[in-house]
């Protein structure tokens, strides 16, 4: 079974930093691109970054480059989600995503979320 | 990086048919068949309906359908039950090799 464990969500204040993990279990995680999606509270579902499976593609939204960063480490089946300079408008529950790439380009799997909150 | 354009909100009797539609442009949604649905409901992680367009994931109730015509693709829930109140979203891969989400569309079951 498929298994995304989101971890290291938090208050932060702003222009704060934080480290989110995925800790990713049942596949063989070397093999698929990953995803962050966030979703604001109320608001809909924003995708955030997408790493390929050796980490020498990453792609994000315009609204995060230069302050996020994705990375992975496929010995420790992890996924990473750097966070830098944070604003208010990054409150979100973030979620990680397993990508199918075979037949399409879609999020198959997906953990239960962190929530990072930016507050003073 | 737009998003895709889908309506707020869907309303349906048990048993009617529902579309909700997604509309985007030549660079998303009308440039590939790698668009998705998924359903969220409250509290819960979204999960997947429908990929490339059409296809349903193994487990899906073949009372969800998807299609596309030009840049706008559509969900078509037949038969509506009351479980499937929730939010749907579209997604579709773009030019820029990244992912592109619709505002969500909450589907209420009268």
């Known amino acids: 079974e498929v298994q995304l464990v989101e971890s290291g969500g938090g208050l932060v204040q702003p222009g704060g930093s934080l480290r989110l993990s995925c800790a990713a279990s049942?596949?063989?995680?070397?093999?698929?691109?990953m995803s962050w999606v966030r979703q604001a509270p109320g608001k809909g579902l924003e995708w955030v970054a997408n790493?390929?499976?050796?980490?020498?593609?990453?792609y994000y939204v315009d609204s995060v480059k230069g302050r996020f960063t994705i990375s992975r480490d496929n010995a420790k089946i992890s996924l990473y989600l750097e966070v830098n300079s944070l604003r208010a408008e990054d409150t979100a529950v973030y979620y990680c995503a397993r990508v199918r790439t075979s037949s399409g380009w879609r999020l198959d799997s997906w953990g239960q979320g962190t929530l990072v909150t930016v507050s003073s | 990086q737009s998003a895709l354009t889908q309506p707020a909100s869907v309303s349906g009797s048990p048993g009617q048919s529902i579309t909700i539609s997604c509309t985007g442009t030549?660079?998303?949604?009308?440039?590939?068949?790698?668009v998705s649905w998924y359903q969220q409901h409250p509290g819960k992680a979204p999960k997947l309906m429908i990929y490339e367009v059409s296809n349903r994931p193994s487990g899906v109730s073949n009372r969800f359908s998807g299609s596309k015509s030009g840049n706008t693709a559509s969900l078509t829930i037949s038969g509506l039950q009351a479980e499937d109140e929730a939010d749907y979203y579209c997604s579709s891969y773009t030019t820029s090799s990244t992912l592109a989400f619709g505002g969500g569309t909450k589907l209420t079951v009268l």
């Open positions: 790493i390929k499976q050796d980490g020498s593609e990453k």
């Open positions: 049942g596949f063989t995680f070397s093999s698929y691109w």
């Open positions: 030549s660079s998303d949604v009308g440039g590939y068949n790698y």
